[in-house]
């Protein structure tokens, strides 16, 4: 744990997350004190020069976001923060919810500043209940203190928020989705375009943003955009919160500059698998991501890093398997999660993920042919649906197949015998 860099959890584990004293003790308000003295390009051109992206899952640039709202022209902005984590090991989100909530409230506070919204939205989820109440009861400090309201700290514009609560569906976590289910509609994705930023909220230009991009923005206001931008690997600078989970020694959170091999995450940092057996795989990003077997630990990570070997870093979720992993199994277990928790919008989705299920399910009653569709089935999925639900499920399955094909001729073999 000594070895962590941490920028975004500087404080979490050390303040009383609840005291507004200890937190500006500690370095809180100090981004937002300087952010309130300079213009909105200004604090847009800071955010872009820390190379900071959306710590969410797309890794998309946050600043060229909140240019986008920027420049939107409307009577209302709105910032909406993306606390749904539904991302299977994961629970950054969460923690800085419960450990450090100031910091997102000054995030969100600066991104108001930045794009001329004035109200903003916590999307949280209902099974968060430590993090909801914590949240709320920061919110409404910062508001008995002046931090919120109608004049920031007091002397800036107005900027108000409130926390809702989702229902527990993972497609409301897809910002679309989740800009429905806080309209009071049903989850489903809405197709794009229109961008959220141009007309997302009540149809208005909003920024949605993860709860990790937000919370990681007071530090960079506070020590410099360069500061933060030293950090990390290429395109992906500073430090990414990574959750190290499954069947692993030493699970929990390790903050460090993007660059670390994932091998060093999985081996050093987490201590190998708790089982004591070898890894078989490392499944990074949720449910939606590839897997990795060891063979590939030596990639670093980042976003193209990742990318390269047909694999996401998304919300930094590491998930440890070892050898008794039936990558069959989780192959099947990617389709079904997809096909339980598609909103049922586009047909490659809502209909190809159950016949996935179908087909995997004759691979593993010793069909080798059903191998083929099973790859045919994954490329429809992949180029026609509309979201990266349906978009992605094909990478769990296609790693599965593709590096552990003994799992799937195996199953088909003893079926047959
Ligand atoms: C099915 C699905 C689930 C998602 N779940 C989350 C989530 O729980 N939290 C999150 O921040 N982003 C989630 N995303 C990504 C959001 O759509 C969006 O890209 C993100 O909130 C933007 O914020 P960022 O730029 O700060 O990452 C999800 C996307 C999809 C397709
Ligand atoms: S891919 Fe799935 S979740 Fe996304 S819009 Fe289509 S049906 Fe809905």
Redesign the pocket.
């Given at each position: 744990m000594a070895k962590q860099t941490r920028l975004t959890f500087a404080r979490c584990g050390i303040t009383d997350p609840l005291s507004l004293a200890d937190y500006e003790a500690h370095g809180g308000l100090a981004g937002l004190r300087r952010a309130l003295g300079m213009k909105s390009e200004e604090l847009v051109d800071e955010v872009k020069t820390s190379g900071l992206?959306?710590?969410?899952?797309?890794?998309?640039p946050?600043g060229i976001?909140w240019d986008t709202v920027r420049l939107a022209k409307a009577d209302q902005k709105y910032i909406v923060c993306?606390?749904?984590?539904?991302?299977s090991g994961?629970f950054a989100?969460r923690m800085i919810m419960e450990g450090d909530p100031f910091t997102l409230i000054e995030g969100m506070i600066i991104a108001g500043l930045a794009t001329g919204a004035t109200k903003g939205y916590i999307y949280s989820r209902s099974e968060y209940p430590q993090a909801n109440t914590i949240m709320r009861a920061a919110i409404a400090a910062a508001q008995k203190a002046g931090i919120l309201g109608a004049k920031v700290l007091g002397t800036g514009p107005a900027f108000d928020m409130e926390l809702r609560v989702g229902a527990g569906a993972?497609?409301?976590?897809?910002?679309?989705?989740?800009l429905n289910s806080l309209e009071g509609k049903r989850g489903v994705?809405r197709a794009k375009p229109p961008l959220p930023a141009l007309e997302g909220f009540m149809g208005r230009p909003t920024v949605?943003?993860?709860?990790?991009?937000?919370a990681t923005v007071p530090v960079i206001f506070e020590k410099g955009a360069q500061f933060y931008a030293d950090f990390g690997l290429g395109r992906s600078k500073g430090t990414m919160p990574i959750q190290i989970a499954g069947n692993v020694k030493y699970g929990g959170l390790f903050e460090t500059a993007f660059g670390m091999p994932l091998g060093t995450l999985v081996n050093e940092i987490g201590g190998g698998t708790a089982s004591g057996r070898p890894v078989k795989a490392v499944q990074v990003g949720?449910p939606?991501g590839a897997y990795l077997a060891p063979a590939k630990f030596d990639t670093p990570f980042g976003y193209e890093e990742f990318d390269g070997n047909e694999a996401l870093i998304g919300?930094a979720g590491v998930v440890v398997f070892d050898e008794t992993a039936d990558m069959l199994g989780m192959a099947r277990f990617a389709m079904e999660f997809c096909a339980v928790?598609s909103c049922g919008k586009c047909t490659p989705c809502r209909i190809g993920a159950v016949r996935g299920v179908e087909t995997i399910d004759r691979i593993a009653r010793g069909d080798a042919s059903a191998i083929p569709l099973l790859t045919d089935l994954c490329e429809t999925m992949k180029d026609g649906s509309l979201?990266?639900?349906g978009?992605?499920t094909p990478y769990p399955v296609m790693s599965a197949l593709k590096q552990f094909p003994e799992d799937f001729a195996t199953t088909a073999k003893e079926a047959a015998e």
């Open positions: 992206r959306g710590r969410g899952g797309a890794g998309f946050t976001k993306n606390a749904d984590e539904g991302d994961t989100d993972y497609v409301c976590g897809e910002e679309t989705s989740l994705v949605v943003n993860n709860v990790l991009s937000l949720g939606l919300h928790e979201c990266a639900l978009g992605f």
